[in-house]
């Protein structure tokens, strides 16, 4: 089955405690993305990467740090957590980057930063 | 730049109503259109999406959704409403080598 795979679902921690969120997709998609959602504000893309090695700053990089060593995987790193993470977080993927691209979404990571 | 509106955050309908929920773009070609759904505690979904040709399009789950480039609108519509329905909706634009953007979501509520 098709699928965006994030891991963990939930997370609770505390503040400058580094932490990862992991997202592998089966798709063999080139374009992967991260966005994270709070209420009123709609998604807010993080960061991207168009393909293995190549990753650029959306609209809210600042706090976290992304690689893309493999084309599967694409984690999400907060090398000092803040309160002001806290947030639903979902990574997506589609064959190519461009704006006729279908997005595949994970079912999302919610972190709580404590 | 583009940019995607949906004027209503919160809509409640009955069940067995009909639906529309209501995006609006700004973009300076011709937009890729989409339309999204997020059900509790689940990623976003695809519903349907417009590239060219007819302006209304087929979905899944029983909805559609008309392109009216004169209005710059891509409303979505649902003849009848199930309980099921209830989620949050999104719209979203892209472009030639621009990435997509989605707009704030619209809660669709149901009432019993």
């Known amino acids: 089955e098709a699928q965006v795979t994030q891991n963990p679902r939930y997370l609770i921690t505390v503040t400058g405690k580094k932490l990862t969120v992991t997202c592998s997709q089966n798709m063999n998609h080139e374009y992967m993305s991260w966005y994270r959602q709070d209420p009123g504000l709609g998604l807010r893309q993080i960061y991207y990467s168009m393909n293995v090695e190549v990753t650029d700053k959306g609209d809210v990089p600042e706090g976290y740090k992304v690689s893309r060593k493999e084309k599967r995987n694409f984690p999400l790193i907060l090398e000092s957590p803040s309160p002001n993470q806290t947030s639903l977080y979902f990574c997506?993927?589609?064959?190519?980057?461009?704006?006729?691209?279908?997005?595949?979404f994970g079912d999302g990571t919610r972190l709580s930063i404590l | 730049a583009q940019s995607v509106t949906q004027p209503d955050i919160h809509i409640t309908v009955s069940e067995g109503a009909s639906l529309e929920l209501r995006c609006n773009y700004s973009?300076?070609?011709?937009?890729?259109l989409f339309w999204y759904v997020q059900s509790p505690g689940q990623g976003l979904q695809l519903l349907l999406k417009?590239?060219?040709?007819?302006?209304l399009v087929q979905g899944i789950k029983g909805f559609e959704a008309e392109f009216k480039r004169s209005q710059s609108s891509f409303n979505l519509r649902k003849p009848s409403v199930h309980w099921s329905d209830a989620a949050e909706y999104f719209c979203a634009v892209g472009g030639g080598d621009d990435k997509i953007i989605f707009g704030k979501g619209t809660r669709l509520h149901i009432l019993p």
């Open positions: 417009y590239f060219s040709g007819d302006t």
């Open positions: 997506a993927s589609s064959s190519r980057y461009g704006g006729n691209q279908p997005q595949h």
């Open positions: 973009y300076g070609a011709t937009p890729y």
